[in-house]
């Protein structure tokens, strides 16, 4: 799991630790130090660590004229133990969502295994981006965890399923993927 970093050919383009309205602001990575872990694996230093044990995020692109933020996720999504949608609403998408952000795409193809509690943060979430028209896209998680999403009806909060669970994103750039994503859910709706 140390081999998996984050996704960084963007990182000209954005950066979590420069953006002022980015909850990782102002931090400072090691290339060479692993200090964060999933259980006993150790991962990739430049992962963001916001409360959980067990997951782990990188904002990998963030436009407040367009609202959009693309978060990448690492390693067991664990409501049932350790809340993780609380931590991950309340300590990443509350402070973007601040500050302007309503459309997050998240990609999940580190996500391991998924373990549901209640629903009441994805709702609170929901709420807090479809009252100014956004959206939360999980995008390229694997099937036995959208299977999870669906069994716990988080398809009422969260956009998944067809082409969103096999979608090439590294191809685009940011704005490219925002825009496909968009239209793929413009067609949904339409």
Same mark, same amino acid.
């Given at each position: 799991?140390?081999?998996?970093?984050?996704?960084?050919?963007?990182?000209?383009?954005?950066?979590?630790?420069?953006?002022?309205?980015?909850?990782?602001?102002?931090?400072?990575?090691?290339?060479?130090?692993?200090?964060?872990?999933?259980?006993?694996? &150790? @991962?990739?230093?430049?992962? *963001?660590?916001?409360?959980?044990?067990?997951?782990?995020? $990188?904002?990998?692109? !963030?436009?407040? %004229?367009?609202?959009?933020?693309?978060?990448? &996720? @690492?390693?067991?999504?664990? *409501?049932?133990?350790?809340?993780?949608?609380?931590?991950? $609403?309340?300590?990443? !998408?509350?402070? %973007?969502?601040?500050?302007?952000?309503?459309?997050? @795409?998240?990609?999940?193809?580190?996500?391991?295994?998924?373990?549901?509690?209640?629903?009441?943060?994805?709702?609170?979430?929901?709420?807090?981006?479809?009252?100014?028209?956004?959206? @939360?896209?999980?995008?390229?998680?694997?099937?036995?965890?959208?299977?999870?999403?669906?069994?716990?009806?988080?398809?009422?909060?969260?956009?998944?399923?067809?082409?969103?669970?096999?979608?090439?994103?590294?191809?685009?750039?940011?704005?490219?993927?925002?825009?496909?994503?968009?239209?793929?859910?413009?067609?949904?709706?339409?």
């Amino acid at each position: 799991m140390q081999e998996l970093e984050p996704f960084y050919r963007w990182r000209d383009i954005y950066q979590s630790e420069n953006d002022s309205n980015s909850p990782f602001y102002g931090r400072e990575y090691s290339e060479f130090e692993f200090t964060n872990q999933v259980y006993n694996y &150790l @991962i990739h230093p430049q992962w *963001d660590e916001f409360g959980s044990p067990t997951l782990y995020v $990188k904002i990998l692109y !963030a436009d407040y %004229l367009k609202q959009v933020a693309i978060l990448e &996720l @690492i390693g067991e999504w664990n *409501d049932a133990i350790h809340n993780d949608i609380m931590f991950l $609403k309340r300590e990443v !998408a509350e402070p %973007l969502n601040l500050a302007g952000i309503n459309k997050f @795409i998240l990609i999940g193809e580190n996500i391991m295994n998924f373990h549901s509690s209640d629903d009441s943060y994805y709702e609170e979430w929901y709420q807090d981006v479809e009252a100014e028209d956004g959206w @939360i896209v999980a995008l390229n998680f694997h099937p036995h965890v959208l299977e999870e999403f669906k069994q716990h009806n988080l398809d009422y909060y969260l956009v998944f399923g067809g082409e969103l669970d096999q979608f090439n994103w590294r191809k685009f750039n940011p704005l490219q993927l925002y825009s496909e994503v968009q239209k793929i859910i413009s067609h949904r709706l339409g």
